[in-house]
Nanobody
Framework: QVQLVESGGGSVQTGGSLRLSCAAS????????MGWFRQGPGREREFVAA????????VYKGSVKGRFTISRDNNKNTVYLQMNNLKSEDTAAYYC?????????????????WGQGTQVTVAS
């Protein structure tokens, strides 16, 4: 089992930046991809970005490409989501998740472990 703890959420103005962190513990060796998802008020949980745990290759949701950057530090077992030029539509609870098997990277069902979430609020 993998345990995940997010941090770094908060409130910012439109155009501002935040960096989210996700610290992993437990059976780290079983992780193949790490992902970030978000769930806004009254909306379904949606994919934001993912990163290959070993190779570091990345995948992004179209609307965040060029604004968000996912990265990882394997020495610290931590994944980051740098969010720049934030917009009001980015307001959501953000969750990190780990994938240990196979499956569509953009689907929540492909991820076995989840963090508790961290709130991001962007005010205009």
């Amino acid at each position: 089992q993998v345990q995940l703890v997010e941090s770094g959420g908060g409130s910012v103005q439109t155009g501002g930046s935040l960096r989210l962190s996700c610290a992993a513990s437990g059976r780290i060796s079983t992780i193949n991809w790490m992902g970030w998802f978000r769930q806004g008020p009254g909306r379904e949980r949606e994919f934001v970005a993912a990163i290959g745990w070993s190779a570091g290759n990345t995948v992004y949701k179209g609307s965040v490409k060029g604004r968000f950057t996912i990265s990882r530090d394997n020495n610290k077992n931590t994944v980051y989501l740098q969010m720049n030029n934030l917009k009001s539509e980015d307001t959501a609870a953000y969750y990190c998740a780990s994938r240990t098997a196979v499956g569509d990277l953009t689907r929540a069902e492909s991820y076995a472990s989840w963090g508790q979430g961290t709130q991001v609020t962007v005010a205009s």
